[in-house]
């Protein structure tokens, strides 16, 4: 999973994913 948006943006995350976090494919991401 990666991070898209935020102050994280472009990083990659191997955790949990939180709340506030949606899972996306590279394709859909705008």
């Known amino acids: ?3 898209i ?3 994280h ?3 990659r995350l191997s ?3 939180g709340t506030a ?3 996306t494919s ?3 991401r705008e």
């Open 21 to 23: 976090l949606r899972p």
């Open 1 to 3: 999973m990666r991070v």
């Open 26 to 28: 590279d394709k859909v």
């Open 5 to 7: 948006a935020g102050s």
């Open 9 to 11: 943006r472009g990083r």
């Open 15 to 17: 955790g949990p994913q």
